[in-house]
């Protein structure tokens, strides 16, 4: 079964991130701040300087931040690298988000059986 999804070059990112958090099983409050971080740089979501754009651009403290980054970093939405510069970054699925135009999903049971 084929599903489209309207949407537009301005709600995309917003549009995907909500379609797929059946998956990711974010907040209302950690999707915002995922698409804040996109916004300000996949590449580096967690430096410094960016928690504090973001931080700023959601008027949050930055406690508040940390602790919203630190539950979406727990849902592994961002991935720990210790082998690169940069530690954190956003899971594929998320950081190739504008190449993932297109979808397929598989269920596949605890006992090996697939669904198609």
């Known amino acids: 079964m084929k599903v489209q999804i309207p949407t537009t070059n301005e709600t995309f990112l917003i549009d995907y991130l909500r379609t797929i958090n ?10 915002t701040v995922c698409v804040e971080l ?13 928690r504090i754009k973001v931080a700023r651009s959601l008027n949050w403290g930055r406690a ?15 991935v720990y690298d210790s082998t690169k510069d940069i530690r954190y970054s ?16 598989e269920f596949v049971n605890k006992n090996g059986n697939t669904y198609i």
């Open 64 to 78: 508040v931040l940390n602790n919203t980054i630190k539950a979406i970093k727990d849902k592994n939405v961002l």
């Open 38 to 50: 996109i916004k300000t740089d996949i590449n580096n979501p967690c430096s410094k300087n960016n």
């Open 22 to 31: 059946g998956i990711l099983k974010l907040t209302k409050t950690e999707l």
């Open 90 to 105: 956003f899971h594929p699925l998320i950081y190739n988000y504008k190449t993932n135009s297109v979808l397929n999903f």
